[in-house]
Antibody, heavy 117, light 107 residues
Framework: EVQLVQSAAEMKQPGESLKISCKAS????????IGWVRQMPGKGLEWMGV????????RYGPSFQGQVTMSVDTSVNTAYLQWVRLEASDTAMYFC??????????WGQGTLVTVSS | DIQLTQSPSFLSASVGDRVTITCRAS??????LAWYQQKPGKAPKLLIY???TLQSGVPSTFSGSGSGTEFTLTITSLQPEDFATFYC?????????FGQGTKLEIK
């Protein structure tokens, strides 16, 4: 059974760093792109980017290029999303999802990130 | 970037109704379009991919059609569990943009 399990909710202060995770199981992790999607409170879905675990090829959405870093560790079948300096505007739910051709078929449960002083 | 515009943004309907949601793309995306359903506090769920292919396990009351720049999601005979927010997404070219969403509420 394919599963994507994300790390727990985080509460951070502005300026802090953060790395959240998405652990995959039930399929060949290295063979499928993993995407990240942001959902700000009460808002719609925003595509952040994708990473291909086999070679760490990444594609970022224009609004997220330089703001976050996607990475993977294939030894533990886990994808990561990282911030160096959080801002209040980073407060959102973040989802990871497996890309299967021209769709995202399995999604993580989401990680809520709250940035507040 | 390819822009996706959904209409309507809000839709009120009754159990048993048939509803249609439209997604228009700013450029030709062939059939590289997916539809998702999202309930409050939950992850999106894939309904339709390649514009018209029903994802395994999704009821046949859901259907998708279209190609190029205009697409529709139709739900026949609405059930109580169908009320949610629906999003289209294009996967023709990066960035893989989403529509702004359509919230389907019970009348």
């Amino acid at each position: 059974e394919v599963q994507l399990v994300q790390s727990a909710a985080e509460m951070k202060q502005p300026g802090e760093s953060l790395k959240i995770s998405c652990k995959a199981s039930g399929y060949t992790f290295a063979s499928h792109w993993i995407g990240w999607v942001r959902q700000m409170p009460g808002k719609g879905l925003e595509w952040m980017g994708v990473i291909f675990p086999r070679d760490s090829d990444t594609r970022y959405g224009p609004s997220f290029q330089g703001q976050v870093t996607m990475s993977v560790d294939t030894s533990v079948n886990t994808a990561y999303l990282q911030w160096v300096r959080l801002e209040a505007s980073d407060t959102a739910m973040y989802f990871c999802a497996r890309q299967m051709g021209d769709y995202f078929d399995f999604w993580g449960q989401g990680t809520l990130v709250t940035v507040s002083s | 970037d390819i822009q996706l515009t959904q209409s309507p943004s809000f839709l009120s309907a009754s159990v048993g109704d048939r509803v249609t949601i439209t997604c228009r793309a700013s450029h030709d995306i062939s059939n590289f379009l997916a539809w998702y359903q999202q309930k409050p506090g939950k992850a999106p769920k894939l309904l339709i991919y390649s514009a018209s292919t029903l994802q395994s396990g999704v009821p046949s009351t859901f259907s998708g059609s279209g190609s190029g720049t205009e697409f529709t999601l139709t739900i026949t005979s609405l059930q109580p569990e169908d009320f949610a927010t629906f999003y289209c997404q294009q996967l023709d070219s990066y960035p893989y943009t989403f529509g702004q969403g359509t919230k389907l509420e019970i009348k």
